[in-house]
């Protein structure tokens, strides 16, 4: 006979972006340019609790983002809320980073849009700005 026997399941994730595509800004605009994207995370297997954290992107900053266009930049900056007040990053710096509880044993979807602005009366040269993010799940 076996007695004390027990067994933990192991809470594993999968995490799927879709960007935050902004679109044309206009140089010198006197409104910010909003849009938004998705971070997706899909749990099962365990149960606990899931911290997804944004990278600072190129600029190796997360309260001062820049997209580039070769030397050229464009100031923009992500946000875990619509009021875009608090910057979503990994936690340091007065950045915050985002969580939910995978609470049973059982699939768990998580879906986090992504707010990001561009901000208002910048002049960068023509052409094709970018950044790239890299999105951490920490379960």
């Known amino acids: 006979m076996l007695a004390g026997a027990q067994a933990v399941a192991a809470l594993s994730c999968s995490v799927s972006p879709t960007p935050v595509s902004f679109g044309l800004y206009t140089p010198m605009s006197a409104t ?6 998705n971070v997706q995370v899909n749990c099962d297997g365990g149960k606990g609790q899931v911290t997804i954290q944004l990278g600072a992107g190129a ?3 997360a309260t001062d983002r820049r997209m580039f266009s070769g030397p050229d930049t ?12 608090q910057v979503w990053g990994d936690g340091a710096g007065g950045t915050r980073t985002v ?3 995978v609470p049973k044993s059982q699939p768990v979807t998580f879906d986090a849009t992504v707010y990001g602005r561009i901000f208002s009366g910048q002049s960068p040269a023509a052409g094709f700005y ?5 999105v951490t799940v920490f379960f």
């Open 99 to 101: 969580r939910f509880n």
């Open 32 to 37: 910010d340019l909003d849009s938004t994207g």
């Open 59 to 61: 600029s190796s900053d």
């Open 130 to 134: 970018v950044d790239n993010i890299v």
């Open 74 to 85: 464009l100031r923009y900056n992500l946000y875990d809320k619509a009021a875009r007040n």
